[in-house]
């Protein structure tokens, strides 16, 4: 018979490893002192929904430009890509904890304009490495409603079925607020629930398409 005395439990309470594996980073910020840049920011994008299609995505109604948001000449969508530039840094210096590394970065967005009823089906961003969005305007949904919020899905769909149903969280929203900078593992399936508000909501989503630059390390063996 094993014996299980209390120095042995109460060790194992202390002292067993416990790690949260295979974590989804994800970076938020909101930017300060940006009302001036998303006021031009704002019109440029409006104007250019007044002359230009609109291209089909995972948007159900709305607007979409053409993905060449950062090819666009006005000064204010340079400032918002240099921003974005400096996120995509942060994000990836604390994710790889490796500041030696090397990447290039391969950026491209599009302008988005969601009007009430307007909203964006699940969808992942395939062959990127970040995907983000910056929110220009996010619009005047009424504060009680959860209108047109980011809804991250669990990137592991076997686990909301057999992992603690109802106890451990299935998804994850964000409520955009103007000047909000989102960041997020391009795999990591998400979508815009419906917009009910009466102002438009625009938005920038983008992709970033990195290659190391240089050596890595392969899998981190087990201990
Ligand atoms: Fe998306």
Redesign the pocket.
């Known amino acids: 018979m094993i014996r299980k005395d209390a120095g042995t439990l109460g060790d194992m309470a202390r002292n067993a490893q416990f790690e949260d594996l295979f974590a989804t980073p994800v970076f938020s910020h909101v930017l300060r002192n940006v009302e001036t840049l998303n006021t031009e920011l704002r019109e440029l994008i409006l104007e250019r929904e007044r002359t230009t299609p609109s291209m089909a995505k ?1 948007n159900q109604g709305g607007w979409q430009s053409a993905p060449d948001f950062f090819r666009w000449s006005e000064p204010p969508v340079a400032a918002i890509e240099s921003f974005i530039g400096h996120a995509i840094s942060i994000a990836t210096l604390r994710v790889t904890a490796q500041p030696e590394l090397q990447f290039g970065v391969e950026l491209y967005g599009w302008a988005a304009v969601n009007r009430k009823g307007h909203y ?1 089906t699940t ?1 992942v ?1 395939p062959m990127a490495t970040w ?1 983000g ?1 910056y929110y220009v305007d996010p619009g005047n949904a009424s504060e009680d409603t959860p209108s047109a919020v980011l809804e991250f899905a669990h990137p592991v769909t076997a686990s909301v079925m057999t992992f603690f149903p109802n106890v451990l969280p299935s998804a994850r929203v964000v409520k955009p607020r103007a000047g909000m900078l989102i960041l997020f593992p391009s795999y990591l399936q ?1 979508s815009v629930r419906m917009y009910h508000g009466e102002s438009p909501r625009i938005c920038v ?1 983008f992709n970033a398409h990195m290659a190391m630059v240089g050596k890595g390390h392969g899998p981190t063996p087990a201990s």
Do not use: L, R
Request: proline fraction near 12%; charged fraction near 0%; hydrophobic fraction near 10%.
């Open positions: 995972s964006n969808h961003h995907s969005v998400h989503p």
